[in-house]
């Protein structure tokens, strides 16, 4: 085994990672690209080239159970009994050929057709959200933007009555933080909200689907009911997809609003740049995502014995791979440290590669572009607010993004 992550100073949950974690990553990726944490318990890669090849490396397992099992340390397992069964029966927890079947009938709810309808949704609610924001001078682009806006598309687009609309926030949090990695800080408290989380969130899912059955309408709840019905699929499942779409779905897109708008107020070259090129938006989008990925790590556990530049890791190891990490590496991108709105290429890993690629990117780019074009159009003069800090937020490994940013637009 290699020398524990803290002895030589890789601790990836040190504080001052929440503020700029790039510099440490640069270091590991320079002296240890391929790492074996004993604090942690995992193998940590920082490579592009490493973590792109483990995306697509069929001997690595996305059944992530052995993980969670993992950071409960001495605790019992039947603690996270309800979150292990929702979350085992997640797609993105699975390999094919099971991966397979889940997928294609998934992606029969986001087809051109289905993306095209939701458009006037998105508009819909960020300009209400904005709206709201206008009477005053100032906002926090965390909560009167990045947190409600992908929770309610995506809760519209399911059909979840508005009621129930703060409880879906509140569970994806919950199921997302124990499921990201946490490190070691309170476990048992963290595991204990996601297990009731995961049986409060699957309960709802239930009654809607059976309400749906009933009496189906055009929400995503409804059409993915039918598609199991029709293909025989087992309905008992379905929470678990609707789930993972309904978290998936607005968790890193809450991310990554508030990760690319603190990049360009702190590039004002670049912001200017853009807001004399609207053009360029769909560019900027993409250099959000790599220069501050809001999903830096993913994990995989080793089928096999698999042997990682030079380094033998064997079968049942747990491996994060650094989509943040390699997002920086200078053998893929010139100048990774320069936040740069024009850059092309630019085959950033945000949407990890491979089988799992993500469900919904065209809808979160869709989602991406309505939201920064019309927060720029509607607030041209936007800038930190002097009064009150930006808390950034990386909790977890695998969601990074801030508790607040507060921002003016006046003045
Ligand atoms: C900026 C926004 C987003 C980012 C950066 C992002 C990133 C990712 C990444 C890295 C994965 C791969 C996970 C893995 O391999 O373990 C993934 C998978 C997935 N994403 Fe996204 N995502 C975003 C938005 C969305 C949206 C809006 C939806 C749906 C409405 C969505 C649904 C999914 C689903 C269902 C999967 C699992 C796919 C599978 O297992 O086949 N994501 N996403």
Redesign the pocket.
Known sequence: MLADVQSVGYDLFAPEMTANPYPLYQKMRQADPVYYSETLGYWILTRYADVEAA?WDERLS?DRRSLFIQQLGNLDASLIQNFLQLTGN?????DPPD?TR??KL?NQG?TTKALESWRSIIQQITNYLLDQACVRDSMDIVADLSVPL?AL??AE?FGVPAEHQANLIQWASDIGTFWGAPGGQNIEALARKADTGAAQFTALIRQLIEERRHNPGTDMISLLTLAYEQQGFDLDLLPS?CI???N??????T??IPNGVNALLNHPDQLQLLQANPALLPSAIEEM?RFD???PF???IAKQDVNVGGHEIPTGSVIA?G?GPANHDPAKFANPEQFDICRSPNEH????P????????V???M??NICFQMLLKRMPNLHFDPDHVAIPRQTNLVFKGFDTLPVKFQG
């Open positions: 995306l996305a997640m797609m993105i927890e699975q991966h889940f997928r998934a986001f992908p598309v995506i687009i997809l993972l779409i309904l998936a779905g607005h968790l890193t897109t991310d990554l995502i990925t809001p999903a993913l994990f995989r791979l989509l890993l945000g949407f990890g491979g089988v799992h690629f993500c469900l919904g990117a809808l979160a780019r989602e991406l």
